[in-house]
Structures are given as structure tokens and as C-alpha cells.
């Protein structure tokens, strides 16, 4: 089952509770800011997540897998990749 965009997985997400977020599938925006591109640029493509993209994985997808802060080490483009070939 998708769970997002770009491939996090929400229900294992600490912030799904915390903060009250359910999830980039059933949000308008974001509670980290105004917008997220990579919601905006599946959305806008008609795309369920980043793995049905013929560019993916992106450097928008990559500077976010691999943020030094935020990132999850690449676990979020493994997770499209799983999500591409159900």
C-alpha cells in the first residue's frame, strides 16, 4: 500500500502522531512549510509516488533521501522502487 510521494513510510513516520499529519496523500500542504516538491511534482504528473517517474530517482528525491538532517540514507527511494514493482 502507498503510503506517500516520495516514499517514507507514514506509518512508521515519529511525526505521524506528534504533529498530527496524516500523510502527503490526504494533506493539501504539509506541516514542515508551504509546499513539499515532491508532493507537488507527483501530483502535478499524475503520478502515486516518485517510483512511477521516468526520472526517477530525481535530485529532489535524492537531496531529500540523503538530507543530513532529515534524510533516511536512501531508504525512502528503496521503498518507490518496492512500491514500482508491486
Known amino acids: ?4 510521494r516520495c516514499g517514507i ?15 502527503c496523500l490526504n494533506i493539501v ?3 514542515w512549510g ?7 511534482s507527483c501530483e502535478s504528473r499524475g503520478y502515486q ?3 512511477e517517474c521516468d526520472n526517477f530517482p530525481c ?9 543530513e538532517k532529515q534524510g533516511d ?3 525512502r527511494i528503496q521503498q518507490c522502487e518496492i512500491w514500482r514493482n508491486e
Do not use: R, V, W
Request: with cysteine; aromatic share 10%; proline share 5%.
Open 9 to 23: 513510510k507514514c506509518s512508521e513516520c515519529e511525526y505521524k502522531e506528534s504533529m498530527g499529519c496524516q500523510g
Open 34 to 40: 508551504e509546499a513539499c516538491p515532491i508532493k507537488d
Open 59 to 67: 535530485d529532489t528525491l535524492k537531496a531529500f533521501a540523503y538530507d
Open 1 to 4: 500500500m502507498i503510503e506517500s
Open 29 to 31: 500542504k504539509p506541516f
Open 49 to 51: 509516488h516518485c517510483g
Open 73 to 75: 540514507n536512501g531508504l
